[in-house]
């Protein structure tokens, strides 16, 4: 597969030829689907909780005797009958976490980037760096590639002006080719990868032996 390079101008700088093996393969929507399933339940957190009624404060002494008043039994206020008694059956502390295999992890993530491709929502930037922090000059370059539909822009390394440049543009996200998932991928509208983050992907994924990252964490 080939693809245009272009540069902060939206300018055609030269072409680039694509490993079919990354960003050409028949993608797996089952597992595409999967993953995406186990990166939004890791995502929760799992810290919700209630008190039932040996937890709630108080309680301590039986509000009246067990016979003779005509009214229904009772051994504590807490009861979860009463006003400001204990919660029945409701939510504590649990993992929502589930896991996925390297090879799926892999075949999600190469699923997504090839329909991305297949789709021409990808756009490739020879290089993009700023002297200084500029959210004026980051619109500039998503306006001039035709990239502002909620773009994700991939980066090979931290670079700390581009992160803030972009930081107040709605539904701009930024990430590295590290540690780049799928549902990231799936999210955005228009893909962006810094030429570097591409060579960083393939570099990544081609080995057979290569070990994937446990993205979905």
């Not at 990166?39 to 509000?63: C, F, H, I, M, W």
């Not at 939510?91 to 991305?116: D, Q, V």
């Not at 619109?139 to 581009?162: E, F, H, M, Q, R």
Request: proline share 3%; aromatic share 6%.
């Amino acid at each position: 597969m080939k693809l245009d390079v272009l540069n902060i101008k939206g300018e055609k700088v030269e072409q680039i030829t694509l490993n079919d093996e990354i960003f050409a393969v028949e993608p797996n929507d089952l597992v595409l689907a999967q993953y995406i399933r186990v990166y939004l339940s890791n995502q929760r957190q799992g810290t919700a909780s209630t008190k039932d009624r040996s937890e709630v404060s108080g309680g301590g002494k039986k509000p009246w005797k067990q016979k003779g008043t005509g009214r229904a039994r009772v051994g504590s206020n807490r009861s979860p009958l009463w006003r400001h008694g204990g919660v029945t059956h409701g939510p504590k502390p649990k993992s929502w976490s589930l896991s996925l295999n390297k090879k799926m992890k892999k075949l999600a993530i190469l699923s997504a980037l090839s329909k991305k491709f297949a789709d021409n929502k990808a756009i490739i930037l020879d290089s993009l760096t700023f002297a200084a922090p500029k959210t004026k000059e980051m619109i500039s370059v998503l306006n001039n590639i035709k990239g502002n539909a909620k773009p994700l822009l991939v980066l090979n390394t931290v670079d700390t002006n581009v992160l803030k440049s972009g930081a107040n543009i709605k539904d701009l996200s930024i990430t590295q080719a590290s540690v780049l998932n799928a549902y990231d991928i799936m999210n955005a509208k228009t893909l962006i990868f810094v030429k570097d983050a591409v060579s960083s992907i393939e570099s990544k994924y081609l080995g057979k032996d290569k070990e994937v990252d446990n993205e979905t964490k």
